[in-house]
């Protein structure tokens, strides 16, 4: 059962827009003893379906997690653009150490690493070290030079992009076949 309130953070939507659908019956939800909604999980993959929205992540398999780390803005309109219509859990981190945490707690299906704006080099040395994500494939992308993409891809990275153009196709190659 989960809150509007956290459908709304995931999919990145107003509340108040998730209430409406609910009480137009779009989104199936019931009302609680206390006056509150909860939206049952089996009524989710429909309602996903229908808007082309994600589903979340508890209701995803593991082994379709891809984890973002350090994403900037252009970054993350181009990730969407390329995740589009997957169904995908993906968790953003600007905070690269709060993503390898996470990371190492349930290993994704992939790994994408921003270089722009976290050490990727370091980030990927630390996923190799960690048990949980030793084999996890790794993507880097927005690498400053031929030579930093060779540094990352030494360090463990399965990709390493220095232009953003490549992002799109390289992210249907890592991605787990569905």
């Known amino acids: 059962m989960l809150r ?15 209430y409406l659908w609910i009480k137009a019956g779009r989104l199936r939800a019931i009302k ?20 082309g929205l994600p589903l979340p992540p508890a209701l995803v398999a593991t ?3 891809v984890t973002i780390l350090g ?4 970054a993350q309109r181009t990730m969407r653009k390329a995740l589009k219509g997957k169904e995908l859990a993906v968790a953003w981190y600007a905070n690269a150490l709060e993503g390898l945490v996470a990371a190492a707690e349930a290993p994704p299906a992939l790994v994408v690493v921003d270089a722009a704006s976290v050490d990727a080099e370091a980030a990927v040395r630390a996923l190799r ?15 400053a030079s031929a030579a930093r993409a060779g540094a990352v891809v030494r360090a463990g990275a399965k990709w390493a992009l220095v232009k ?13 076949a569905r």
């Open 4 to 18: 509007p309130s956290e459908l709304a953070r995931f999919w990145e939507l107003h509340p108040k827009t998730v």
């Open 32 to 51: 609680t003893p206390g006056a509150q909604y909860r939206v049952r999980s089996e009524d989710l993959p429909a309602i996903c379906d229908e808007l």
């Open 63 to 65: 082994s379709s997690r």
């Open 71 to 74: 994403a900037g803005a252009t």
């Open 129 to 143: 070290r960690g048990k949980a994500t030793r084999d996890v494939p790794i993507l880097v992308y927005q690498l």
């Open 164 to 176: 953003e153009r490549a992002l799109a196709a390289t992210l249907e190659e890592a991605l787990p």
